[in-house]
């Protein structure tokens, strides 16, 4: 969701990881390390509450948090609706710019 830099529709597995994680890679010390807080399931559904704790190339402490809305069909997923602070990661890459 949203306009910030990582943000996409993403139609594969492969591509949400080389739109993401892959470049948050680039601009964290240590990558990104999502750490799960709270885990909601109903049906075919799920809502994920996850927080980061990084550090960005330049000192930046990136300590984000997001919510996941999570759908699954046959047991795979099949959707889901990333929200997070999207400000910090607009600043983030500004002051981090990839390569």
């Known amino acids: 969701m949203g306009t910030h830099p990582l943000a996409g529709h993403y139609l594969s597995k492969k591509d949400f ?3 993401t994680f892959a470049k948050l890679g680039q601009v964290l010390q240590n990558g990104a390390q999502l750490h799960v807080e ?4 109903k049906d075919d559904e799920a809502v994920v509450e996850l927080h980061s704790l990084a550090t960005a190339k330049n000192g930046m402490r990136f300590d984000n948090r997001y919510c996941w809305v999570v759908y699954f069909r046959g047991g795979l997923i099949v959707r889901v609706r990333a929200y997070l602070d999207s400000a ?7 002051e981090n710019p990839l390569a």
């Open 38 to 41: 709270n885990l909601i399931v």
């Open 88 to 94: 910090m990661v607009a600043r983030l890459f500004e």
């Open 17 to 19: 990881r080389e739109g």
